[in-house]
DNA sequence: AAGTTGCA
DNA sequence: ACCA
């Protein structure tokens, strides 16, 4: 395991997952996603987002043209599935949160999938981090400041890299640029999943 | 409002 | 690639 890189207070742990770790994360997902089925989620504004979605833990992370909020439900009125246990492991590693995840979203990138600037600010208490985990394609990582505007940095994701973003770096706007689409070969048709754990409560 | 586009 |  590599010491973690410091991005604008964002904790970066290359390589944090071996192979055969992403391998067992992929399978559990695959069980997630049968119960819960990635969606095409729309912003309030009307606007499909280029990444597919959905989430296990009590809540799940939905946008429509309702508004951004947490659900207990995926949109079929199922609840989300359980959180699997070896996703929670990375949390108990690196989050420094005694609490447990409410939400791990499950974000689908494809070949031109991007996730604009954005805050994740729907939680109720920030001061436990949000942590990020990458599997599959390589993706262009951007990170700038607590208010949309001034100067950001980039850096490449990679599959089994795990990022902590926490303390300063909690309300920072970030987003993703771009996907190396085809670039690693964990999943068989390429692509890009990316996990984000958070307490919602 | 977690998007999109045009321009430096 | 980056920003308004």
Redesign the pocket.
């Known amino acids: 395991m590599t010491a973690p890189v410091l991005l604008r207070d964002v904790a970066i742990h290359p390589e944090f997952l071996s192979r055969a770790e992403q391998e067992r994360l992929v399978a559990d997902l695959r069980d997630c996603l049968r119960v819960a089925p990635l969606v095409t989620p729309v ?3 009307g ?4 990444v597919a979605m959905s989430a296990a833990g009590r809540f799940g ?1 939905v ?1 429509d043209r309702k ?2 909020r947490y659900e207990e439900r995926h949109p079929s009125g199922a609840p989300w599935p359980p959180i699997p246990d070896r996703v929670l492991a990375i949390w108990e590693a690196v989050s420094g949160s005694a609490q447990r995840p409410e939400c791990c979203l499950i974000n689908w990138y494809g070949e031109g999938a ?3 600037l ?1 805050q ?1 600010r ?1 939680e109720a208490d920030f001061s436990h981090p949000v942590v990020s985990i990458s599997l599959g394609d390589d993706a262009l990582f ?1 990170i700038g400041n607590d208010r949309r ?1 001034g ?2 940095e ?1 850096i490449w994701l990679k599959s089994g890299d795990v990022a902590v973003m926490g303390g300063a770096a909690r309300l920072r706007f970030h ?1 993703v ?2 996907i190396r689409f085809g670039s690693s070969t964990l999943l068989p048709k390429g692509g890009r999943i990316n996990l984000t754990l958070r307490v919602v409560r």
Do not use: A, E, N, V
């Open positions: 912003t309030p504004r606007q499909k987002m280029s992370w946008t508004g951004y991007r996730m604009g954005h994740d729907d951007r505007g100067k950001t980039s987003g640029d771009r």
